[in-house]
């Protein structure tokens, strides 16, 4: 099975500061890669989809890119809402597996 | 609006089974492919199973597989999550996900004796 490998597990950064998230497959999956962000004790929010589609209502500052084995999601300009955990998940074939996550603190 | 109700978690013993179901509105159930996804206490996401949207196709976790069955009625607008032989390490809160979004609140399942 592809495993999916995200870093750092956490991060701390400053409002205002650029993040950057990294999710590495152990083979291909094209751009079937989807980002999504939990907020403490809330339900996982989809993000991003197909690798660089911002869903519908998520803020510009978020984005995401790659292709392949490695990809990225990005934001911009971080705001204290956007404290909680990030998970990538690929769902190019069964099993569509999970990152083990990203905890992104304000500095 | 599009809602995902989960329901039927519980406590049960190891070795016991479980059926959780998913009621969905809001939007037409049979075209979409349907996820179970769930998280242990204090732990990531993990996902469980997919179903296709015609409930012809599953496919599932290794972690799980040859346990859990998941199923679905169109004509009810159900998801279904049948759970046998429930190990310790199942203990998770279960979401009801259609294919990314959304997400149901999820229905919390504890494997205890």
């Known amino acids: 099975d592809i495993q999916m490998t995200q870093s750092p597990s956490s991060l701390s950064a400053s409002v205002g500061d650029r993040v950057t998230i990294t999710c590495r497959a152990s083979q291909g999956i094209s751009n079937f890669l989807a980002w999504y962000q939990q907020k403490p004790g809330k339900v996982p929010k989809l993000l991003i989809y197909a690798a660089s589609t911002l869903q519908s209502g998520v803020p510009s500052r978020f984005s995401g890119s790659g292709s392949g084995t490695d990809f990225t999601l990005t934001i911009s300009s971080l705001q204290p809402e956007d404290v909680a955990t990030y998970y990538c998940?690929?769902?190019?074939?069964?099993?569509?597996?999970f990152g083990q996550g990203t905890k992104v603190e304000i500095k | 609006q599009v809602q995902l109700v989960e329901s039927g978690g519980g406590v049960v013993q190891p070795g016991r089974s479980l059926r959780l179901s998913c009621a969905a509105s809001g939007f037409n159930f049979s075209r979409y492919i349907m996820e179970w996804v769930r998280q242990a206490p204090g732990k990531g996401l993990e996902w469980v199973a997919v179903?296709?949207?015609?409930?012809?196709?599953?496919y599932y976790a290794e972690s799980v597989k040859g346990r859990f069955s998941v199923s679905r009625d169109n004509s009810k607008n159900t998801l279904y999550l049948q759970m046998n032989s429930l190990r310790s390490e199942d203990t998770a809160v279960y979401f009801c996900v259609r294919v990314g979004d959304p997400w149901g609140q999820g229905t919390l399942v504890t494997v205890s004796s």
């Open positions: 998940q690929k769902y190019n074939s069964a099993p569509w597996t």
């Open positions: 179903i296709s949207n015609d409930g012809s196709q599953g």
